[in-house]
DNA sequence: CACCAAACTGGAAGCGTTTGCAGGCGAGGC
DNA sequence: GCCTCGCCTGCAAACGCTTCCAGTTTGGTG
C-alpha cells in the first residue's frame, strides 16, 4: 500500500508539498501539483483516511440516526441523504435504532460521541436537550428531521396545519363522520408527530362544529398491515360505519382501502381515504394525500449541515419548514347520499 | 475533551496501562483496570476513533453496499446487517449506489479502497474479479448476499431451485397456463437473480411438458406499482389469459394480485399467484411464497466477516446457501374448471 | 530459600497524514 | 540595482492512540 511518503519520492517532491497538491489547500506550483498527481495515480495513491482525520479534525463523515429503514418515509430519508453525501465526498453512517432505551444510549455514547462523524442527522428521534447539549459541545451539529430537537436545527413540515388541512378538505367535500388512522405508541416518546396530526384532526372537527368521537380515532403501527387490521375493526365494527377516514401516513391510508375493499366498500363513493406522505403507490390507489417528499428533506439535511462545516463557525439553530403539495386523486369525494 | 492522557493522569497510571486497561487488550491487574475506567468515566473520556484506527489498525467499520433502500428485500438486509453490528460495536457505513457507472466506480475507488471500512458486505452486485482483487490486496474481506462474487465469499439461496419448486407447485395444482413476472433489466449488469430465476421457472415449464409462451413472460421493475401496470397488460391483454401468476418477488406477486382483482378476477379461484422473498405484507394478501428471510442473511454475512475479521489470517472463500422457507397461503389453488 | 516464569507496568516509537513556520526564489516597484 | 512582497517549498511538530520492548513485581516450584 503505497503512502503519501512514496508519492512524494516518487514525484520528487516532499511529503508535504504533495499532500497540498492533492487535497487543494494552500499554494502548489501547476507543475508541482501535475507531478504530485501523476505520481498518485501512477501509486495507485488512496489516501488514508483515519490518518487525515486524526491530523486535520475532518471525517468526511456524517451519521444519520433512524428508527426503521423499512417505512416508506425513513427509507426516502436516507435514499436523499444518502445520494446528497455521495455528491459531496462524504461518506454516511447509518445508526437503525429499533429498540428504545438501551441500544440508544449505547449508540450515543459509544458511537455519536466518538468524534467518528462531523456532523449528525437524526429522523424522528427526540433527543434530550441534554444530550444535544453534549453532541454541540464537542462541535458536532445536529439536524432534526420530523422531530423536536430542542436546541439543534430541525426540518419539519407543518404536522398540525397540514392534518388540518386533510380533514378540511373531506369537510368541505361534506363529510361529517370522519376517522383518525394515527400512528402507534410504540414511538411514544421519541415521535411526537402522530399526536401533532391527531391534535390537527380534532382541531378541524372542532372548528368545523363535528364531533369527535373516541371509537373513530384508532391507532396503528404505522405499517399497511397494522392499519389494514385497525380498519377492519373500524369499518366492520357495530358502531356507525364514518364516511372518510384521514390517515396519518400513506402506507396506512393504504391499508385502510384494502380493508375497505374487503368489505366490499368502494373508495371513494363508500368511503373516501386521505393520507399524507407522496408515497410511490399512492398513484396506483388513486390515493389523496399530502406530498412531503422526505428524499428532498433529506438532501436539504445534508445540504444544511455541510454549510455549516465550511462555513467553520458554529452555525445558529434554524427551523426550517419544508413545503409539500396538496395532491388530489381519486380516493375522495362527496360522502353517499 | 479529555483524552486518554487526561485520563492516565487522573488515574495516576501510564497511558500504556490505561489504554489496555479500557480496551481489554493485554494484562492489567483488576486494581489498575478499575483505576482507568473510573478515571475515564469521571471525564466522560471517550477514545478517538481516528487515533485507535491508525494506531490499531481496526476500524470497527464496515461497509454496505446495495443497489436501494427502498425494495423490501434490501431494506431488510440493511436492518439485519445494522442490528448485528450495533450488537457487536461496528459502525456501519452505508453506499446506496443507485445509478450505475460513475457513481459506482467513485464509491469503490474513492470510498471502500480508503481503508475507511475493515469489509465490505455488497448486495446484488457484481463486481469484477480484479475489482475484487484490489480490495482483497489491500485485506479487505468481501462477502456477497444474492450476486455472484467470483472470488469473495457469498451468500445465497437457490435461486433457480426455488423457481423451480414455485412453478411445480402450481403445476401440482393442475396448473398449465402459468406466466412469469421477472425482474427488470435495469439491475441488467450487477443483477443476476432475474434471469435465474426465469431459467428455473423455463426448466420446471419444460420438464413437466408445458410451453413457455413468450408473451407469458413479462418484465416489471420489481416495484408493486411496476408490477401491477404489467400484470394488468398481462391479465387484460387480448392473449390468452394464464391461470397462474409465479412472480420473481413478493412485491411483484402483490402487484399482481391488486391488478387481477381490478379485473375482477379472484385470487385464487380464478388467478394462483405466487411470490417469493417473505414480505410482512404477505400475510395481508395471503400470499403463497417462498421466505427467505433476508435479515437473516444480513446478519449471518455480518457474523462470517466478523469471525473472519477475528480469526486473523486470511479467511477462505465460502458460498452459503441460505436456507428457506415455502410457505403455502390462500394465494395459490387448483385453477378454475 | 533461591530461581523462573508469568503477570504487570511504563517509556517511547510508531501509525500516515496535515499544517505552522521559516527559508528561498522570482518579480515588481522605487 | 536593491528591497519588499508573495508565492512556493520543505522541515518537523503535532494529531491521540496502540503496542513493542524492556524492566519490575509477583507467585509458584524444586
Redesign the interface.
Given at each position: 500500500?503505497a503512502g503519501i511518503k512514496d508519492v512524494a519520492e516518487r514525484a520528487g517532491l516532499s511529503v508535504a508539498t504533495v499532500s497540498r497538491a492533492l487535497s487543494g489547500r494552500g499554494h502548489v506550483s501547476p507543475k508541482s501539483r501535475a507531478r504530485a498527481q501523476a505520481a498518485a495515480a501512477d501509486l495507485g495513491f488512496?489516501?488514508?483516511?483515519?490518518?487525515s482525520?486524526?491530523a486535520s479534525g475532518r471525517?468526511y463523515?456524517i451519521g444519520l440516526v433512524v428508527p426503521s429503514?423499512?417505512r416508506?418515509y425513513f427509507?426516502?430519508v436516507?435514499?436523499g441523504v444518502?445520494?446528497a453525501l455521495?455528491d459531496a465526498?462524504y461518506?454516511?453512517?447509518?445508526?437503525?435504532i429499533?429498540e428504545r432505551s438501551a441500544?440508544r444510549q449505547?449508540?450515543l455514547?459509544?458511537?455519536l460521541?466518538?468524534?467518528?462523524v462531523d456532523a449528525v442527522i437524526a429522523v424522528a428521534l427526540a433527543l434530550t436537550e441534554s444530550e444535544i447539549a453534549q453532541m454541540l459541545a464537542?462541535h458536532r451539529p445536529i439536524v432534526g428531521i420530523g422531530g423536536p430537537l430542542p436546541g439543534a436545527s430541525t426540518i419539519r413540515i407543518d404536522d398540525h396545519g397540514l392534518a388540518e388541512a386533510a380533514v378540511n378538505h373531506l369537510i368541505r367535500l361534506g363529510h361529517t363522520r370522519i376517522a383518525h388512522l394515527t400512528g402507534d405508541s410504540t414511538y411514544e416518546q421519541d415521535f411526537k408527530i402522530p399526536r401533532t396530526r391527531l391534535a390537527g384532526y380534532e382541531k378541524a372537527m372542532l372548528a368545523a362544529g363535528l364531533s369527535v368521537r373516541p371509537e373513530w380515532t384508532v391507532t396503528a403501527d404505522f405499517?399497511?398491515?397494522g392499519a389494514?387490521a385497525a380498519a377492519r375493526s373500524l369499518l366492520g365494527g357495530v358502531t356507525e360505519r364514518p364516511t372518510a377516514v384521514f390517515a396519518a401516513s400513506d402506507e396506512m391510508a393504504i391499508?385502510t382501502i384494502?380493508a375497505a375493499?374487503d368489505f366490499g366498500l368502494r373508495v371513494p363513493d363508500d368511503l373516501s381515504v386521505i393520507g399524507m406522505d407522496g408515497h410511490?403507490?399512492g398513484?396506483?390507489f388513486g390515493l389523496t394525500t399530502i406530498d412531503q417528499d422526505p428524499r428532498g428533506q433529506g438532501a436539504l439535511a445534508v445540504r444544511l449541515l455541510l454549510d455549516g462545516l465550511d462555513g467553520g463557525s458554529d452555525q445558529e439553530v434554524l427551523d426550517t419548514e419544508y413545503p409539500t403539495k396538496f395532491v388530489i386523486r381519486s380516493s375522495t369525494a362527496v360522502p353517499p347520499a
Open positions: 500500500m488512496v489516501p488514508s483516511y483515519q490518518a482525520s486524526l471525517n463523515n429503514v423499512h416508506w427509507a426516502s436516507v435514499e444518502s445520494a455521495l465526498g461518506d454516511l453512517t447509518l445508526y437503525n429499533t441500544r449505547s449508540v455514547n459509544d458511537f460521541l466518538r468524534k467518528r464537542i405499517t399497511v398491515q389494514y391499508g384494502l375493499r410511490e403507490l398513484a396506483l
